[in-house]
């Protein structure tokens, strides 16, 4: 089965530190990840996606993501973590199932990132 | 992201009542979706649509139907509402053809059941 995991429900760091958000997927196809930031009181917005190519991907506000295709991870980075980022974070990946799902995102059940300052 | 509007923000209503979500896009994407959303337990698919004639049941779609009016519209609709429908609730478009799968999210609507 299809599945993202996001193992840790909360993740703390200190303002200035590199902050890791973790995810792992399993997919029957190729994998086409993706990161969504939610702020609070809003939609989700797309940080960075892996397709093909680097295996580290760089996206918006500093973020960037390290594709491990061994250990079937995409864990979402920052090298120095602000205030501001504080928001919840969710791991997705690409549904290639049979059927209409195909093309749909599964989504993990998302990791509150907290910087303090 | 401005190009998907949701309305209304924020709704209460009370136990039986009939309420309509509505989602428009201007993005032009042929994919729409909607998710509810509770603490803990991330973002649920309830159905999705490839076009005004294509409509899927998603994950949890008891208790809710939609309608897909035009291609840039997407109503949801909980027939009878009740408290454990209380929740947050995103509509979301993609471009399969031109896209990889990304989904851009409208603001949501924060309903509550009495």
């Known amino acids: 089965a299809q599945s993202v995991a996001q193992p840790e429900d909360q993740v703390n760091v200190a303002e200035g530190n590199p902050l890791t958000v973790k995810c792992t997927y399993s997919?029957?196809?190729?994998?086409?990840l993706f990161w969504y930031v939610q702020y609070p009181n809003r939609g989700l917005q797309f940080l960075l996606k892996?397709?093909?190519?680097d295996n580290l991907v760089k996206g918006s506000y500093g973020f960037e993501a390290e594709f491990n295709k061994s250990q079937t991870s995409f864990h979402l980075k920052k090298p120095s973590a602000l205030v501001s980022d504080s928001a919840l974070y969710f791991c997705?990946?690409?549904?290639w199932g049979y059927g209409g799902s195909q093309g749909n995102l599964i989504f993990g059940k998302g990791t509150k990132l907290s910087v303090k300052p | 992201d401005a190009d998907v509007t949701q309305t209304p923000r924020n709704r209460i209503t009370k136990t039986g009542k009939r309420i309509m979500l509505e989602c428009s896009q201007t993005?032009?994407?042929?994919?729409m979706y909607w998710y509810r959303q509770d603490p803990g337990l991330g973002l649920r698919l309830i159905y999705y649509?490839?076009?005004?004639?294509?409509?899927n049941k998603g994950e949890i779609s008891d208790g809710y139907s939609v309608s897909r009016q035009a291609q840039a519209k997407f109503s949801l609709s909980l027939e009878s509402a009740i408290p454990n429908q209380t929740a947050l609730y995103f509509c979301?478009?993609?471009?399969?053809?031109?896209?990889?799968?990304?989904?851009?999210f409208g603001p949501g609507t924060r309903l509550t059941v009495l």
């Open positions: 892996y397709i093909t190519g």
């Open positions: 979301a478009t993609s471009d399969l053809a031109g896209g990889m799968g990304e989904q851009f």
């Open positions: 997705a990946v690409r549904d």
């Open positions: 649509s490839f076009d005004v004639k294509d409509i």
């Open positions: 993005k032009g994407h042929d994919r």
């Open positions: 997919v029957s196809g190729n994998p086409y």
